[in-house]
């Protein structure tokens, strides 16, 4: 059996968001780290876990978003994908084949917490564009970041998902469970929505 043979296929898709030029999913074949997702936004906050520290050490990334298969990366405006994409690619596919952990979570589970308002509003912002608003598209909606702070996030439906007579259950079943596991730190959600004249819909943990 020749040795190329005994190299798995690792599939790796990339994808930019429209809604988030300096954002770019990439979709790998296999699970990068099982669990919760883990977010990014420093090379400070990724000391410990491999892969992210692997993916900060490329010149223009910004923050990175580890859920199960899915690694999301944003980039600072003044570098362009062409320049980035095939190493960011090349450092998830080489992180996998080593079979170590892409991410240690005693090193980085401190991490989740102590964060401020600006920090988790970035890493809410970057679940919506990355995942929360891609699933629900297709359905015509999309949810928007009013704004957080000190435990109260505020967001906004659109679309298809403004005066759905689902859109709470999506919200409360989905969309609060996904955000609460990125950002533990939300006490409060608050639907600023306007579904009916006059009626702003409200719900508490």
Same mark, same amino acid.
């Given at each position: =059996?020749?040795?190329?043979?005994?190299?798995?296929?690792?599939?790796?898709?990339?994808?930019?968001?429209?809604?988030?030029?300096?954002?770019?999913k990439f979709?790998?074949?296999?699970?990068?780290?099982p669990g919760r997702p883990f977010f990014f936004d420093c090379p400070e906050r990724a000391a410990g876990s491999p892969l992210p520290e692997q993916l900060f050490s490329l010149a223009g990334v910004a923050h990175v978003l580890i859920a199960e298969n899915v690694v999301i990366v944003g980039k600072v405006p003044e570098v362009e994908?062409?320049?980035?994409?095939?190493?960011?690619? $090349?450092?998830?596919?080489?992180? =996998?084949?080593?079979?170590?952990?892409?991410?240690?979570?005693?090193?980085s589970r401190p991490?989740?917490?102590?964060?401020?308002?600006?920090?988790?509003?970035?890493?809410?912002? $970057?679940?919506?564009?990355?995942e929360i608003n891609r699933g629900i598209a297709g359905h015509g909606g999309a949810i928007s970041l009013v704004d957080y702070r000190e435990g109260k996030l505020r967001i906004a439906m659109s679309g298809g998902c403004q005066g759905c007579a689902a859109s709470q259950v999506t919200l409360r079943q989905g969309v609060e469970v996904m955000l609460r596991r990125i950002a533990p730190e939300v006490?409060?959600?608050?639907?600023?929505?306007?579904? $009916?004249?006059?009626k702003t819909a409200r719900y508490r943990r």
């Open positions: =059996m020749s040795e190329s043979s005994t190299i798995p296929l690792i599939t790796i898709r990339a994808e930019v968001l429209l809604a988030d030029p300096n954002t770019c979709t790998v074949g296999q699970t990068v780290h994908w062409a320049l980035l994409k095939g190493a960011i690619g $090349a450092k998830i596919r080489t992180q =996998m084949l080593t079979g170590v952990p892409a991410i240690l979570e005693a090193a991490n989740q917490r102590g964060r401020s308002d600006a920090e988790i509003r970035l890493a809410i912002q $970057a679940l919506l564009d990355g006490v409060e959600i608050v639907d600023t929505t306007d579904h $009916a004249a006059g």
